[in-house]
């Protein structure tokens, strides 16, 4: 699409003038008639000027002013279009209103600094903070451990759970730390940790 609109907008200023140009050709009272055995005439015409070269490079620039204006609004147009598409929903609309100076001033003044997808992935990347930030306070200030067996909240130290008096923690027989009921060793003191008897 922008391919298009770019080749649409060279033809434009290519074809443009060259149709100004034979519009003016095609005029009879645009051509001046030269009589060829007139050796005045054939002397002058020889003879460089550098002045009548100005005039007709300006006599071929201006057909094309109006061609470039007229190409450049829709440019400005096309732009403004695809620029709206991809920071508002209603880029169709702001592309029909900068035909207009005024309009397409304004939109320059009001566009969003940024677009849909760049807002999108802003948003995600401040909630994925916020979850990480909730989730590293939680676990380093409002750490919960409960119990495997009934589900109830306990604490770190607890020995065994209140509700269901399931065996939480083991004590080291030597140094008395509160030890997992799988270690058969003691990580601080390094004694060897036996299983009570059943019914101990």
Same mark, same amino acid.
């Given at each position: 699409?922008?391919?298009?609109?770019?080749? $649409?907008?060279?033809?434009?200023?290519?074809?443009?003038?060259? /149709?100004?140009?034979? $519009?003016? &050709?095609?005029?009879?009272?645009?051509?001046?008639?030269?009589?060829?055995?007139?050796?005045? /005439?054939?002397?002058?015409?020889?003879?460089?000027?550098?002045?009548?070269?100005?005039?007709?490079?300006? &006599?071929?620039?201006?057909?094309?002013?109006? #061609?470039?204006?007229?190409?450049?609004?829709?440019?400005?147009?096309?732009?403004?279009?695809? &620029?709206?598409?991809?920071?508002?929903?209603?880029?169709?609309? #702001?592309?029909? $209103?900068?035909?207009?100076?005024?309009? #397409?001033?304004?939109?320059?003044?009001?566009?969003?600094?940024?677009?849909?997808? *760049?807002?999108?992935?802003?948003?995600? !990347?401040?909630?994925?903070?916020?979850? *990480?930030?909730?989730?590293?306070?939680?676990?380093?200030?409002?750490?919960?451990?409960?119990?495997?067996?009934?589900?109830?909240?306990?604490?770190? &130290?607890?020995?065994?759970?209140?509700?269901?008096?399931? *065996?939480?923690?083991?004590?080291?027989?030597?140094?008395?730390?509160?030890?997992?009921?799988? #270690?058969?060793?003691?990580?601080?003191?390094?004694?060897?940790?036996? !299983?009570?008897?059943?019914? $101990?």
């Amino acid at each position: 699409m922008k391919k298009i609109i770019v080749l $649409a907008f060279v033809a434009m200023m290519v074809f443009g003038p060259v /149709v100004n140009v034979l $519009a003016v &050709d095609g005029d009879p009272s645009a051509v001046d008639t030269i009589q060829l055995g007139d050796p005045k /005439v054939s002397e002058t015409a020889s003879e460089p000027d550098f002045f009548s070269s100005i005039a007709k490079f300006f &006599d071929t620039l201006i057909p094309m002013v109006p #061609w470039a204006l007229l190409a450049s609004v829709i440019f400005i147009a096309m732009w403004v279009y695809f &620029d709206a598409s991809r920071r508002t929903n209603y880029g169709w609309l #702001w592309g029909i $209103a900068s035909l207009l100076v005024v309009p #397409w001033l304004i939109y320059l003044a009001c566009r969003p600094p940024y677009t849909i997808e *760049e807002m999108k992935l802003n948003e995600a !990347d401040t909630n994925l903070r916020r979850i *990480e930030k909730e989730y590293y306070q939680y676990v380093l200030t409002k750490e919960k451990y409960i119990c495997g067996v009934c589900g109830t909240p306990v604490q770190p &130290d607890y020995q065994v759970c209140p509700s269901c008096y399931k *065996e939480l923690k083991k004590v080291c027989p030597s140094c008395g730390k509160l030890l997992d009921p799988e #270690w058969h060793i003691c990580p601080y003191c390094a004694s060897r940790i036996t !299983d009570r008897p059943k019914g $101990a």
